[in-house]
């Protein structure tokens, strides 16, 4: 028998007023002669999770209010950031037992449109003594006829420090394979400020084009940076469309981002890639609320604690979700670093592979000078024998 079901009033940051529905009664009783009566069942409980996980990320919002306080403690906390300062003492280990980076990288990947540069803006606004400062990022106000961004480009925050940076970088591709090829580069052999990205798919056209703006910059891309963690970045109203929408066209955007957010590169160990939506001041707040409910479904994480829904806006609140997620992403970074006797193994692995490669190359050569002298002594020698003598005649005639 199902009791009364009730609501919750959730108020926004903006003071908007959100009723929800709070189902308060029990779970039916199914018989095993109902067909599909196990079906039924499951499709209930489902139904029951995501209206809990709904009703969390409704309250999140809330809750963001009554923090509102702890602000410039949890500013300063990211500000007083070092590299491998939230390591956590586990195995054994010690921070001296790491491979600790001199600047802690996060990489920023999503669709075109997704609004990367505009984060890197909005991030770095917050840590900025200079509310006045000019915006650091090339924003593309039209993704139709912009070129977007086609170098990685690296953002140190704050600016000036070496604690950790952003990287800003090329966007997705609707093609799956290149954008594995082009995770694959940046995760396996690092990222560099100022470099030109190129997929296989690039017409000959844009190849030239890009390089042309390469050879302007004057310079050849600076330090290696490994990347430490990941920041997915996601278009609010492109999911709500592919959310709602039913051609393929529509729902290509979804199949793009959960193909490429499930990518193993870009997962360190088991920890996954923090999700951001953005564009959320154009959504109501239930819009954005489903939003973050359907991608935590779709992508197998926590909505209310690992996807973040950061607007176009420099409120109090906001500032807030962006050191959340900030203080997320360093953590993780921090409990994923290499421990020193894996890559010091590393380095023996490649120095002991360059050393078996000179001895076999020393050895074709021992080999080949061998065989040369063995032929050479092979050759017969001549058994003709001139008498000299006998046609000394020759000459003295």
């Known amino acids: 028998m199902g009791g009364e079901k009730t609501t919750s009033r959730f108020f926004t940051p903006e003071g908007e007023e959100i009723i929800s529905p709070v189902g308060d009664f029990d779970f039916p009783l199914l018989s095993g002669d109902d067909e599909g009566s196990q079906d039924s069942w499951d499709s209930l409980v489902d139904q029951r999770r995501r209206d809990a996980v709904f009703r969390e ?22 500000l007083s950031y070092t590299p491998g300062a939230w390591i956590e003492n586990v195995g054994g280990m010690t921070l001296s037992d790491y491979d600790v980076p001199k600047t802690t990288s996060l990489l920023l990947i999503g669709p075109k449109g ?71 580069l940046w995760i396996m052999e690092g990222v560099r400020h100022g470099e030109l990205v190129i997929r296989r798919s690039d017409s000959s056209s844009l190849r030239n084009r890009m390089r042309c703006k390469a050879r302007k910059i004057g310079c050849d891309p600076s330090v290696i940076r490994k990347v430490n963690f990941v920041i997915f970045v996601v278009d609010g109203l492109a999911v709500l469309k592919s959310m709602e929408g039913d051609s393929d066209v529509e729902k290509q955007y979804d199949q793009i981002v959960a193909t490429t957010f499930n990518c193993p590169y870009l997962s ?33 994480i926590p909505p209310a604690k690992q996807i973040f829904d950061i607007p176009e806006s420099s409120d109090p609140e906001n500032e807030l979700i962006i050191i959340d997620m900030l203080r997320y992403c360093l953590e993780h970074a921090d409990r994923n670093l290499s421990c020193k006797s894996c890559a010091r193994n590393k380095g023996f692995r490649v120095s002991v592979m360059a050393f078996l490669n000179l001895l076999l190359v020393l050895g074709i050569a021992i080999i080949a000078f061998k065989m040369q002298h063995l032929n050479a002594h092979r050759i017969p020698k001549s058994n003709s024998h001139v008498d000299w003598r006998a046609i000394r005649h020759l000459w003295l005639d």
């Open 57 to 78: 990320v409704l309250q999140s919002y809330d809750q963001l209010r009554t923090r509102i306080g702890s602000l410039t403690d949890a500013k300063n906390k990211i």
């Open 114 to 184: 997704s609004g990367k540069s505009s984060l890197v803006n909005r991030i770095s606004k917050v840590f900025e003594n200079d509310k006045f400062a000019s915006e650091r990022a090339q924003v593309t106000y039209n993704s139709s006829v912009g070129d977007g961004t086609y170098f990685l480009q690296e953002y140190t925050i704050p600016r000036g420090s070496n604690s950790f940076s952003l990287y800003d970088t090329r966007s997705l591709s609707d093609d799956a394979s290149d954008n594995i090829n082009m995770i694959k």
């Open 268 to 300: 360190f160990r088991d920890d996954k890639p923090v999700v951001v939506v953005t564009h959320g001041d154009l959504l109501s707040l239930t819009d954005r609320a489903r939003i973050r409910t359907y991608l935590g479904e779709l992508l197998g």
